[in-house]
């Protein structure tokens, strides 16, 4: 099996800065895209950013400038550094990857972290 651990939530003002991370772990012989989603109360699940394997990114344009999705492959870990805070970005932040548990790449799935809360405020 596969497990995603996210880390590096909290409380802060608007304007800071915080760093999330999240690593997969278990059974993994290759990660393709890797992603970061945000779920506000009462609201759905929304894309905030993407890194596919080769390293080509993108953004929810609400983030855009301010956030920045980041990889290492050689620990299965996937980071979001999220500037300049603002109120809105309040959310539960949820990272997923698309994992392949054997050589055959068709046996990839999605996993999802269990997420972690970033609240903004003053």
């Known amino acids: 099996q596969v497990q995603l651990v996210e880390s590096g939530g909290g409380l802060v003002q608007p304007g800071w800065s915080l760093r999330l991370s999240c690593v997969a772990s278990?059974?993994?012989?290759?990660?393709?895209?890797m992603c970061w989603y945000r779920q506000a109360p009462g609201k759905q699940r929304d894309l905030v950013a993407v890194i596919r394997s080769g390293g080509a990114t993108n953004y929810a344009d609400s983030v855009k400038g301010r956030f920045t999705i980041s990889r290492d492959n050689a620990k299965n870990t996937v980071n979001l550094q999220m500037n300049s805070l603002k109120p809105e970005d309040t959310a539960v932040y949820y990272c997923?990857?698309?994992?392949?548990?054997?050589?055959?790449?068709?046996?990839?799935?999605?996993?999802w972290g269990q997420g972690t809360q970033v609240t903004v405020s003053s």
């Open positions: 278990g059974s993994i012989f290759n990660i393709d895209s």
């Open positions: 997923n990857a698309d994992v392949a548990t054997e050589p055959d790449l068709r046996f990839t799935f999605r996993y």
